[in-house]
């Protein structure tokens, strides 16, 4: 275990927070914490459609969520754009980058064949179905912008700055536009489909136990390692929003949910979460009743922020991150959350959500029901919160065991 921990220490936590550090890398995480708000504003009006549904005479919201989180692929590709264009160092770009990935982006998803002159069917394709779609136009711009940023065409030029301005950004502009138009209208390739097509072997690897496993598993795995779980919002973001979307269509037209992997499922719902990432509710518990000073007083304090999935403090403070006796069972909630929700809403034990409620700080089990509409889910919190207390427990009190020795030599030294 020394000699692994040695090599997370030394050699693998700082190569991946280098590696995530790029700017390329770094722009996709960016942009995934970008379009948060406006996935949240979508959320509170999916919430208050619940109380619509006891209440009609309330007023229709619909469109709020239709022009904020029903756009999020336009929203995705400008923001994508946008922060490649910051991260990568082009300051003059930043705002033109993300403006044109908005243009390539709605004129390949404009609808061909029979929805060629659907209003619907095009902003249906701005929407969470196209995120991915979103992304590689947000990338594709990116490429673009920083490939001729890189030639700094006319710096020494004589001519006035503004011009120079102009050109700098018409011809990246026309270049984006032009390789869409020939593309799409020339080569009468349907992008939209296409992108989707690629996308969609990782989506439906992602709506399968071992997809889950891992969905939830690898961000806890880095985040134990002081990695944020934000990076990989890229991968994880499409397969959520792809499959809460499906989930909401296949209800509203009187089908059952079927895609377990969402956000809802994950982090609304907050059971692989209970806490925050790595299930640490159980852990700030135990700690409240320590016999360490220190855990204790820590836990307390920690208490209020965990209640509410706000993990932060008991990662870094217990800590978890790099701690190896508090790691492990940190990895291995994860995977026995997965597998937990997966069995009970694949046996219809608890409902599979079909509404988009992405408030993962509303404090469980009131989430658990508020996303499930399932008062199932109160027991299956209570029973899984147990099955954390038991896995955390061992390992909490062989580190216990090691605090309670540093506090009493920390006394003898204070005697002596």
């Known amino acids: 275990m020394k000699k692994f921990m040695h090599w997370l220490t030394t050699s693998f936590a700082p190569s991946m927070n280098k590696l995530f550090s790029r700017p390329w890398l770094a722009a996709l995480s960016s942009s995934m914490q970008k379009i948060i708000p406006f996935i949240l504003t979508g959320s509170l009006i999916y919430f208050y459609n619940v109380f619509v549904s006891f209440f009609p005479q309330l007023p229709d919201l619909s469109p709020i969520v239709n ?14 754009a946008n922060q490649c264009m910051e991260k990568l160092n082009h300051p003059f770009y930043i705002t033109n980058a993300g403006l044109t990935a908005a243009c ?8 061909q064949g029979e929805n060629a002159d659907s209003l619907s069917a095009f902003l249906g394709n701005l929407g969470p179905s196209g995120i991915a779609v979103g992304m590689v136009a947000g990338l594709f711009v990116s490429v673009v912008f920083h490939l001729w940023g890189k030639l700094e065409f006319m710096k020494e030029s004589s001519i006035p700055d503004f011009v120079t301005g102009w050109i700098n950004t018409i011809v990246p502009n026309l270049i984006s536009l032009g390789i869409t138009m020939i593309l799409v209208n020339v080569l009468k ?19 399968t136990l071992p997809g889950f496993i891992l969905i939830c598993l690898v961000p806890a795995f ?33 089908g059952v949910a079927a895609n377990i992997v969402t956000s809802e499922s994950v982090f609304t719902l907050a059971f692989v979460t209970m806490g925050g990432m790595c299930a640490t509710l159980g852990l700030n518990l135990l700690m409240c009743f320590s016999k360490s000073t220190q855990l204790k007083t820590l ?29 492990l069972p940190s990895w291995i909630n994860s995977v026995v959350g997965a597998v937990y929700v997966w069995v009970l809403m694949s046996t219809g034990l608890l409902n599979i959500p079909s509404k988009m409620i992405q408030v993962g700080q509303v404090p469980a089990p009131i989430s658990s029901v508020m996303v499930t509409e399932d008062f199932r889910a109160i027991l299956w919190w209570v029973i899984l919160f147990v099955i954390y207390l038991i896995i955390w427990y061992p390992f909490f009190k062989a580190y216990e065991k090691e605090k309670l020795a540093e506090e009493a030599q920390e006394a003898q030294e204070t005697t002596i």
């Open 189 to 207: 390739i349907n992008v939209f489909e296409v992108i989707l097509s690629a996308f969609k072997p990782v989506a439906a690897i992602g709506q």
């Open 299 to 327: 836990g307390r304090v920690f208490l209020a922020p965990s209640i509410f999935n706000i993990n932060e403090p008991v990662m870094f403070g217990a800590p978890v991150v790099f701690n190896p006796l508090l790691m």
């Open 222 to 254: 880095f985040y134990t390692m002081g990695i944020s779980s934000w990076l990989f919002g890229a991968v994880t973001t499409p397969i959520f929003l792809a499959g809460i979307q499906e989930n909401i269509d296949t209800v509203a037209v009187g």
């Open 67 to 80: 022009f904020s989180f029903g756009l999020i692929s336009l929203i995705v590709a400008f923001m994508m």
């Open 104 to 111: 390539v982006l709605m004129m390949a998803v404009v609808p």
